[in-house]
C-alpha cells in the first residue's frame, strides 16, 4: 500500500490509497473498507435510505453494534431501558433488511463498537473506519483511521461505500519521557489536552509517536487515540507495529489463507517517513506525569492529583469561563483537588473498559470495600471483556467490594440508556466527556483513568491512586 | 437538499467558547425516533434548576423567539457527531451560524443540511457580535452567500470567506448522494483494484471455528 515516495507521512498513505475521485464540488471520495453502525443513528439513515429507495452497496462490510441505548442491568432485554426499546428494533429491522451482521443485545460480542471492532479483528491497519460516533477515532491505536461521521455522512456511506472529504491537514504529537507507575493513556490524553486545548486538532488528523506511544499496549492505544475528538480533531492514530500485529493475530476477522504475511508488510510500511513533514508539530513530555483529573467542564481543565485547583485567571473571559465551571462543579480555586468528596464511580465506556483497564482497577480494589457513601459501577467494553474478566475472577472482586457489575453498552459516558447521576452528585467516571448535564441534569463529572477512580470509590473522596498501589 | 441564496431574519448572540453537542442537542431529550427538535434546542441552558423556561435566558427572550442566525464564539459544536444538534437548530428556524470558529464535525453535519456556517477572523467577529448586541433583536441583518456578505444595523457589509466548493453545494442545494453516485464507476474500479492489491480490505469474513458459543 506504500507509495513509495518519501517524505509521506502516514495519513496521507493511507488517504491516497483509499482516494476513489474527485467530485465536482472538489471534494474527495474516499472509500470506506469498514462501517459500523449504532442504535442510536443508524436507524434514521435506514428510513431515509429506504425513503430514496437506495441500496446498501455492500452489506458484508458493514456491521451493527446495540450500544448506545442498552440497558447494562444484569438480565436485560430491550424493555428493560423502555425508552431504548425503539431505537433496538429500528435497528434490528434496518440491518436485517439490508442484510448487515447485527451483533444484538443477547450476542455473545455485542458490545461498544470502538471496543468490539478491534476485538474481533474488523478494523485492519491501515483501513478507513467509519463509525456514526465521534469516537470513530479509538480504532486509531490499531493504526486504522476512523472516522466519526453523523447521520448525512452515515447515509452516503451506506449508499456509496464512500465519505466525501476535504483532505486534513496533518499534525504530530510526540509524546516524550515514560510513563511512572500509577499513571495511564487517559492520563496522557488528559495532559495534551490541558496542554494544548480542546480546539487544537480542528481541521488535523493527529498522529501520536515518540517513546511514549511506542511504549504503550495496543488497549492504551485505543485509550489514547480514543481522546482525538477531545483535542478537536476528527483522526488520530499510531503507527502499527509488531504489538499490533501480535494483538490482531487469530482475530476472527483477520486476513488468512497465506493473506496474513502479505497484510502484516504493508501494515508496517505505513509509518510515517523519517523526513516526512506534517504541517503542524506539537512535543509533549510525560516523563514526570502524576495521575491527571480533570476539575471543570471541558477536557482542558485538568490538573494531577497531587495539586490544588486552578485560581481565577485575570483576563475577564477567561476568568467568567473559570468561574462558571467552579459554579456548576460546586468547587472553590485554590483548594486541593484531592480529599473532594465523591458520591458515584462509573468504569466503563469506549475510553477505558476494555480487559487491561478492568485487571488495573481490580487490582487496586482487591481485597477491600468502597466507601459507604459511594454508589460505584463497572460497565464492561464488551460482552467479551465480561465474560473474560469473570473467567479471570475480576467480577468478584468488583462485587466484593460493593460495585454493581453491569452488561455491556455505552451506559454512563452519555446517560442514552438512562444510567445517569442525580444532580449535584460528583461523579468520578473513566469516560471522556465533562460537559455541563452530559451524565445527567446538575451532574459534576469528573474524567480521570481506571486507576484514580478505583481509588475514589475506595476512598470516598478524590484520591491519588499511587497510595493504594504501594501495599500491592 | 434545499439551496441556500439569502436569508434576512434575527440574529440572537450566544457568545459562550466550546459550546458542546450535549448542550444544543443533549441525549435525554432524544428518546423517540422522532424527537421534537424545537423542544430539544438548547433544552437544559434555556431552564432553570427547577425545569422552568429561564426568561432572562437569550433564546427565551421575546425578541429572540423566532431567530434565523445564531452568532456564537470559538469551537461551537464541539463533541459528539450528532446530527440532531443540527436539526435543532433548523427546527428553531436558524439557518446560519455565525462563530469565530466551529468544531469540523459540526461544520460538515451543517453543510449536509444546507445550514450555512460562517466562520470569521477577530475582527469581523467582534463587529458582528458587537452590532448583534446592540440591535438586540429590533431589526433583521441579512446573509447573502451569492456575495458573501452579512449586513444589518450598525455599520458596514461584512466580507466572510467561505471555499468555492461549500459555496457551491449549498447555492445549488446538491443531492450529497446523487453527486458521489456519478462516480459509481469509479467506486467499482477501486474496488475492483483493491481486491487485487488488500484483498482482506474487500473481505471482511469470519474465519470458520471463531464463534463463540452462545
Partial sequence: ?472 | MKAFSTITGIAVPFLEDDVNTDQIAPIPTKRSLKPDYREMFFHRARRLSDDQLDPNQVFNRPQFANPSILVAGRNFGCGSSREGAVWTMQAVGIHVLIARSIADLYRENCLQNGLLPIELPDEAANDIEHRVIATDGKSPFTVNLVTQTISGPGGADIHFEISAADRMRLLEGLDDIGLSLKHADAIAAFEAKMKQTSPWLQRAIRAPGTEPKR
Fill in chain 1, 1 to 472: 500500500m506504500g507509495t513509495g515516495q518519501s517524505k509521506a507521512t502516514m495519513f496521507d498513505r493511507i488517504w491516497d490509497a483509499h482516494y476513489v475521485a474527485t467530485r465536482i464540488d472538489g471534494r474527495d471520495l474516499i472509500y470506506i473498507d469498514r462501517h459500523v453502525l449504532h442504535d442510536l443513528h443508524a436507524p434514521h439513515a435506514f428510513e431515509k435510505l429506504a425513503a430514496a429507495a437506495r441500496a446498501v452497496r455492500r452489506p458484508d462490510l458493514t456491521f451493527s453494534m446495540q450500544d448506545h441505548t442498552v440497558a447494562t442491568k444484569p438480565g436485560r432485554d430491550e424493555t428493560t431501558n423502555p425508552d431504548g426499546a425503539h431505537f433496538q428494533r429500528a435497528m434490528r429491522e434496518g440491518s436485517h433488511r439490508n442484510k448487515i451482521r447485527l451483533f444484538d443485545l443477547d450476542d455473545p460480542e455485542q458490545g461498544i463498537s470502538h471496543v468490539v471492532a478491534p476485538e474481533l479483528g474488523l478494523v485492519l491497519p491501515g483501513s478507513m473506519h467509519a463509525v456514526p460516533d465521534s469516537h470513530a477515532c479509538t480504532v486509531g491505536g490499531l493504526g486504522a483511521i476512523g472516522l466519526g461521521c453523523g447521520t448525512s455522512e452515515l447515509e452516503h456511506i451506506l449508499a456509496t461505500q464512500t465519505i466525501a472529504l476535504r483532505r486534513p491537514k496533518t499534525m504530530r504529537i510526540w509524546l516524550n519521557g515514560h510513563l511512572r507507575p500509577g499513571v495511564g493513556a487517559k492520563d496522557v490524553s488528559l495532559k495534551i489536552i490541558a496542554a494544548l486545548g480542546t480546539a487544537v486538532g480542528r481541521g488535523y488528523a493527529i498522529e501520536f509517536a515518540g517513546p511514549i506511544a511506542k511504549a504503550l499496549c495496543v488497549e492504551a492505544r485505543l485509550t489514547l487515540c480514543n481522546m482525538t475528538i477531545e483535542m478537536g480533531a476528527r483522526s488520530g492514530f499510531i503507527a502499527p507495529d509488531e504489538k499490533v500485529l501480535a494483538y490482531l493475530k487469530g482475530r476472527p476477522y483477520m486476513p488468512r489463507d497465506g493473506e496474513w504475511e502479505a497484510a502484516c508488510q504493508q501494515w508496517l510500511a505505513l509509518a510515517s517517513d523519517e523526513d516526512a513533514i506534517f504541517d503542524k508539530e506539537h512535543q509533549i513530555d510525560c516523563g514526570d506525569l502524576a495521575p491527571q483529573i480533570t476539575w471543570g467542564t471541558d477536557q482542558s481543565q485538568t490538573i494531577a492529583i497531587d495539586e490544588h485547583l486552578p485560581n481565577l485567571p485575570q483576563d475577564a473571559d477567561a476568568r467568567m469561563k473559570m468561574e462558571r465551571a467552579y459554579a456548576y462543579m460546586g468547587l472553590e480555586p485554590g483548594t486541593p483537588v484531592k480529599g473532594v468528596k465523591v458520591d458515584r464511580v462509573f468504569i466503563g465506556s469506549c475510553t477505558n473498559a476494555r480487559l487491561s483497564d478492568l485487571r488495573i482497577a481490580a487490582q487496586i480494589v482487591k481485597g477491600r470495600q468502597i466507601h459507604e457513601s459511594v454508589t460505584a459501577m463497572v460497565v464492561p467494553g464488551s460482552t467479551s471483556v465480561k465474560r473474560a474478566a469473570e473467567q479471570e475472577g475480576l467480577d468478584r472482586i468488583f462485587k466484593d467490594a460493593g460495585f454493581f457489575w453491569g452488561e455491556s453498552g455505552c451506559s454512563m459516558c452519555a446517560g442514552g440508556n438512562g444510567d445517569r447521576g442525580r444532580p449535584q452528585e460528583r461523579v468520578i467516571s473513566t469516560t471522556n466527556r465533562n460537559f455541563e448535564g452530559r451524565q445527567g441534569k446538575g451532574v459534576r463529572t469528573h474524567l480521570t483513568g481506571p486507576e484514580l477512580a478505583a481509588a475514589c470509590a475506595l476512598a470516598g473522596h478524590i484520591a491519588d491512586p499511587r497510595d493504594y498501589m504501594e501495599r500491592m
